[in-house]
């Protein structure tokens, strides 16, 4: 197996990361600015509580994929920062803005009523919509020529806010309790649905639009992969109504993963489809020896931190209301 494949390989391992924990996070934004209701702050000081500890650390998954491409893969790098020049930017200022109000509202009186804290509020959530649109958007024009204002990367634009939102109040329900929960467990069931919907969509415009995707999707091994998808969200749907959070959880992670997952297995051999492969896109071999060779190094300080990270706040009680 050539080097360029492996690392294509760990870049898309970064790419999952970041869709299974910062897409959580992303999701945490919209439902706070969709909090309506007697309990509206009830349900916002319970996104704040749970992903205040670790919403800066995610992006790292982030910078992980961005390290890769412009080292093992700098045409790429070059060609996606010059086509989707607009799209990356205002996921850029996205990203800023939503960590900056998260911040700023938080030290300015979350639980009150002050105006700037409400102005604040908005900033947040309206950023946590749109960078998960945008990134949906870009994942779509990868796999259909970098055309962005297309009906797939549009498409793959709102499947990607619905996926969102469906992984933060299915997280969300083994951080809450009483009604609380339930309030949650409900709203996963209605974003879950969407995405159910929205995926009816985005499959006959892939068959249209990116028929190169289409035939991985439909064939060994990328829908193998796409089906064990479709079985670990239907688990999460049933866990859901069954109220088995934990097994909901673990469920829709696996939904994204194996999503995620299928997407590039279908997409090779190709990182822009139809201009570049990873071999045409892959730097000289001795760079790609280096970056290979001392992934390790950087992954045994990484990984390590974040697992430690997690456990330390998971150890904390589910939110509860006083």
């Not at 998960?132 to 870009?138: D, F, R």
């Amino acid at each position: 197996m050539g080097h360029e494949i492996l690392l294509g390989g760990l870049a898309l391992a970064g790419v999952i990361a970041y869709g299974v924990f910062a897409g959580a996070d992303f999701g945490g934004g919209v439902w706070d600015i969709l909090a309506r209701g007697p309990r509206k702050a009830e349900q916002r000081d319970a996104i704040a509580h749970t992903m205040g500890p670790v919403w800066e650390a995610n992006h790292v998954w982030l910078i992980f994929v961005i390290v890769i491409l412009f080292t093992a893969f700098p045409r790429a790098y070059a060609e996606l920062s010059i086509g989707l020049f607009g799209p990356f930017h205002l996921v850029l200022v996205g990203i800023t803005l939503r960590g900056g109000a998260f911040v700023f509202r938080a030290h300015g009186g979350y639980l009150g009523e002050r105006v700037h804290a409400r102005a604040w509020g908005v900033v947040f959530g309206g950023a946590s919509v749109i960078t998960p649109v945008l990134l949906g958007m870009s994942l779509g024009a990868v796999s259909s020529g970098l055309r962005v204002l297309a009906p797939l990367p549009l498409a793959m634009g709102a499947l990607a806010l619905a996926i969102c939102a469906y992984l933060a109040a299915v997280y969300l329900t083994l951080e809450t309790e009483g009604e609380l929960r339930e309030l949650f467990r409900r709203k996963a069931l209605y974003a879950g649905t969407f995405v159910v919907a929205l995926s009816g969509v985005v499959l006959p415009l892939t068959h249209v639009a990116a028929p190169h995707l289409w035939g991985g999707l439909t064939s060994s091994p990328g829908a193998l992969v796409v089906g064990a998808g479709v079985l670990a969200a239907l688990t999460s749907g049933g866990a859901l109504l069954f109220r088995h959070f934990r097994l909901a959880r673990l469920a829709a992670a696996a939904q994204v993963t194996f999503l995620l997952a299928g997407w590039g297995l279908s997409q090779y051999p190709y990182l822009i489809f139809p201009s570049l492969t990873l071999h045409q896109a892959a730097a000289p071999p001795a760079t790609l020896d280096f970056v290979l060779y001392t992934m390790p190094f950087g992954l045994l300080l990484v990984i390590p931190s974040m697992i430690w990270l997690f456990r330390v706040f998971s150890r904390a009680r589910p939110f509860s209301a006083s």
